[in-house]
Structures are given as structure tokens and as C-alpha cells.
């Protein structure tokens, strides 16, 4: 029917225009509060636990082609107390195209008063891309676009990042990603040849936590995204901590999505986390919102040790 072709149109739109005319992005995440390693490899360690964190979205629900991702973060700080490593697996799929990312994070951290360091991170990996254009049904066979498939060769990466903390705050700068590696070329409908190719993403981040009560905090925090050719990004949020275990608030994204978000310290060990956005562009009417499920597992050698609540 005409509401399924329209699906797949605007599906297209999105798969095929962003990837062609903007260069692939990397995918983002409302609950970036709690999967840092996806934007900044100096985090890696910096909890001070080996955690394990396991993330899916579903953006723009209802809607043909829109973006799915998971992503599972494994990170910890090594016996050396100036070390901390990270492995990070996250695949992406947007309409036709499939890009699965394999990265390692290196981190160096250094004491810059009693309560606060500073590290110094690296990230190292592969990105897989795949864009099976001429596979899609319901679509135009004798348009050059839908007649042809992308399958790019392990296409290698790296990128670093600034990452400074304490007990209430934290401020990072990065670039996950420097090399601008290209996968191919596609043939668009007016005959003109485009470059499927990467774009350099610089990210700022940073967070503060304001004691409002003995029971309850307040938390909030930023992300800048800055992509060649495309507009700033910008994410806002705060959340509401209650007795340290159960977190509730909202974030905005600038011309974009409104979002509420919920997490729950269900152990000391275990969190969940879910977050709904609510679109605010022209898509609204054709999709009816974005999930996010977080879920996390620290796991502690040293039982003895006493560790404070953990905000970021």
C-alpha cells in the first residue's frame, strides 16, 4: 500500500542518502552517560572495575530500514594503576547497509591532585562495511542505484581522546575515529558517481553532580558531536539520583528528539537502563519512537576494597 511504499522510501532516504552525501556515520546513543567507550577511549578503566556493558537500539520503531544497533563494551584498569584497557564490539545496520566495528582502547593515566586524573586514550580496530543496495525489494530495477552491491575490505582505524575526572565531574575531548577510509563507489540516479566514505567525528563530553539532599543528586551532562559536513550535534540531559540507585530524567538533542531515560541499580554489580525518544523532526509521523535497553555487570576482584557510588 501507499503508506509501505512510503516506508520504504523514506528508509532509502535515510540508508542511502546519509551514507552517499553525508559519508557514514557513526551510530549514536541517547545513553552515552553510561557507554563512553563508544566516543572516548581514554574512559577505558576509569570506573575502576572490570565492567561489562551490553547496549541495543532500536531507532525510529515501525519504520522499514530505520537504525539498529548493538554494541557490548568490556573495559577495565590493569594491576598497574596507571593502565586501563577496553574492547568494544558494535554493529550497525541502516536500511541496506551493515557496518560492524571490532576496536581495542588504550588507556594512560596520570594523578593530578588528590582526586583527580588525567588519561590519555587510544583506540585501534577494523570497521566492516557492507551496503546491499541491489538486494532491496519493492523498489526500481532500472534505476542505477538499486543496481549494484558494496562490500568493502576490512578497512583498518584509529583515534584518541582526553579524559579528565574526578569525584564530581568529568570533561573528555576525542576523535574515535581519524582515518577517512572509503568503501566503494555508487552510481546515483542522475548518472554521477559518489564515494562511499567515512567522515572524522571530534566529540566533547563532560558531567557534574550537585548534591541536592541526602537522598538525592542531580546529574547532568553534555555531548558535542562535530562531523565534516554535517551540522553540530548536540545532546543535553539530566537525571535525578535517588538513594544512589535508581537514576530518572530526560535529554534533548538538538532538532531532533526529546528523551526520558530510567536506570536501575538492581545490585552493586548490576544495572539496567532504557531510554525512549520521543522525534521532534518530520519523521514523527511515520515511526513511533527510538528504544534504548543498557544493561551492565561490574565484576570486583578485591571484595575488601570499599568503593564509593559510581555517575560516570
Known amino acids: 500500500d501507499m503508506k509501505k511504499h512510503l516506508h520504504i522510501l523514506l528508509a532509502l532516504v535515510l540508508a542511502i542518502g546519509s551514507t552517499v552525501a553525508s559519508a ?4 549514536q546513543y541517547t545513553m552515552y552517560m553510561w557507554n563512553m567507550m563508544a566516543v572516548n577511549p581514554a574512559y577505558a578503566g576509569s570506573n575502576e572495575l572490570l565492567s561489562i556493558t551490553a547496549l541495543a537500539r532500536q531507532q525510529w520503531s515501525g519504520l522499514d530500514g530505520a537504525p539498529s544497533t548493538q554494541s557490548l563494551v568490556i573495559q577495565s584498569p590493569l594491576k598497574n594503576d596507571k ?24 588507556a594512560y593515566r596520570i594523578r593530578t591532585g588528590q582526586n583527580t586524573r588525567l588519561a590519555f586514550g587510544l583506540k585501534a580496530g577494523i570497521n ?47 576523535a574515535p575515529k581519524l ?19 567515512e567522515k572524522r567525528h571530534f566529540f566533547l563530553v563532560g558531567g557534574y553532580v550537585f548534591t541536592l539532599s ?18 553540530i550535534s548536540i545532546d543535553l540531559s539530566a537525571l535525578f539520583v535517588i538513594h544512589d540507585r535508581f537514576w530518572i530524567g530526560g535529554a534533548y538533542r538538538n532538532q531532533s528528539s526529546c ?54
Not at 584518541?160 to 575526572?165: A, N
Not at 582515518?179 to 566514505?197: K, R
Not at 535497553?293 to 576482584?301: A, G, H, I, S, V
Request: glycine share 10%; net charge neutral; no cysteine.
Open 24 to 27: 557514514q556515520q557513526d551510530p
Open 214 to 231: 541526602d537522598a538525592v543528586k542531580l546529574r547532568p551532562s553534555f555531548l558535542v558531536k562535530a562531523v565534516d559536513g554535517a551540522p
Open 259 to 312: 528523551s526520558a531515560i530510567a536506570a536501575f541499580q538492581v545490585t552493586d554489580q548490576f544495572k539496567v537502563g532504557y531510554a525512549y525518544d520521543f522525534t521532534t523532526t518530520e519523521l514523527r509521523g511515520y515511526q513511533s519512537g527510538s528504544h534504548e535497553l543498557m544493561l551492565t555487570y561490574d565484576l570486583r576482584f578485591n571484595k575488601n576494597k570499599i568503593l564509593s557510588p559510581r555517575y560516570f
Open 128 to 174: 566492516l562495511f557492507q551496503a546491499k543496495v541491489g538486494e532491496l525489494a519493492n523498489v526500481n530495477a532500472s534505476d542505477p542505484v538499486f543496481q549494484q552491491n558494496v562490500s568493502g575490505k576490512p578497512a583498518p582505524n584509529f583515534g584518541f581522546g582526553l579524559y579528565y575526572w574526578g569525584k564530581k565531574g568529568y570533561l573528555g575531548l576525542s
Open 179 to 197: 582515518m577517512e577510509n572509503s568503501y566503494g563507489t555508487v552510481v546515483t540516479s542522475a548518472g554521477e558517481t559518489e564515494v562511499l566514505a
Open 83 to 106: 593502565l586501563g584497557l577496553g574492547l568494544s564490539v558494535v554493529n550497525d545496520k541502516v536500511g541496506p547497509v551493515n557496518t560492524t566495528l571490532i576496536y581495542g582502547d588504550f
